[in-house]
């Protein structure tokens, strides 16, 4: 299910290679109608392996296999899958044609993507599953990635902003199973960089570098301090002229982004760093 994800160091893993953790699966061989088993992986829950289309060993999940191996795995041309409970090798489906286990409530034919119940939709535009329910979300045309609702008509759209790295960690956004967080100026981070951000100080956007939320009241204190801090004679009255940063600049060329500058007193340059385009 693609959320979005937090960069971190790969972890030591045993490699599923054919064979499951016997320590994983906690299927219940007595129940006469078995449903989705709860075992898989720390990714997902299914009760089924993948076998990956590029090196044909199997894996309980693509994530599972890029982990340990040089390559990555397209889950789209995944076209068979091992039972985890009789080890019957067969074509990706939602039940196993031999023991009948479910191997996810979920199931998408497309993702080949297998999972407990999450209210989970298949995007078409987006290409790939959302975690739901469908109708809390909508698919912006312009942003190419589905929003929540409420952002409806009430965000900054920037064409195809998922399709960028996240500029915290470098990592992918729109395959990510780890939230992304729209900040005022459209651009994306994962929300778990963003709160990283936060927590160290950071308050602009690293790739335009509007503010990342309301800073009315910051400034307002700052403004206070300024006029409460006396210049020496020699600089009152010196201004300097400062850009005023857009975020549709990053992707123009250059002779296409306009020259807006503001002229503000130097203290107040100083003070700030930047004047951004509230």
């Known amino acids: 299910m693609q959320q ?19 320590d994983v699966f ?16 720390e990714h997902y829950v299914r009760s089924c392996l993948l076998k990956a289309p590029c090196c044909g060993k199997f894996y309980v999940c693509r994530l599972c296999h890029d982990d340990v191996e040089d390559h990555q795995m397209d889950r789209f041309r995944v076209t068979e899958v091992k039972c985890s409970l009789c080890d019957t090798v067969q074509q990706s ?30 995007c078409l535009p987006c290409g790939i599953c ?22 409806r008509g009430n965000h900054k759209c920037v064409p195809d902003v998922s399709r960028q790295n996240c500029p ?5 956004i729109h395959t990510s199973r ?16 963003f709160d990283y951000m936060h927590k160290m100080g950071g308050y602009r956007c690293p790739l335009c570098m509007h ?37 549709e600049h990053l992707y123009a060329p250059p002779s296409c982004v306009r020259n807006i500058q503001a002229v503000v007193p130097l203290h107040v340059r100083q003070r700030r760093g930047f004047v951004d385009a509230r």
């Open 4 to 22: 979005r994800t937090n960069v971190q160091s790969k972890p030591d893993r045993q490699v599923v290679e054919g064979e499951c953790r016997s």
């Open 26 to 41: 906690l299927c219940d061989t007595n129940s006469a109608n078995m449903s989705a088993c709860e075992c898989g992986c």
């Open 93 to 122: 489906q939602q039940m196993c044609e031999k023991c009948r286990v479910a191997f996810g409530e979920y199931y998408c034919s497309i993702c080949h993507l297998f999972d407990k119940d999450k209210k989970q939709y298949h």
């Open 130 to 151: 959302r975690i739901g329910p469908k109708e809390n979300y909508f698919h912006c045309e312009k942003c190419n990635l589905c929003l929540a609702s409420n952002l």
């Open 168 to 172: 915290v960690c470098l990592e992918d």
């Open 178 to 193: 780890t939230g992304a967080h729209v900040l005022p100026c459209g651009h994306l981070l994962h929300q778990t960089c």
């Open 211 to 247: 503010s990342a939320w309301n800073m009315k009241h910051c400034w307002e204190e700052m403004d206070k301090q300024i006029s409460e801090t006396p210049m020496p004679s020699e600089y009152q009255g010196i201004t300097v002229k400062v850009p005023l940063l857009q975020p």
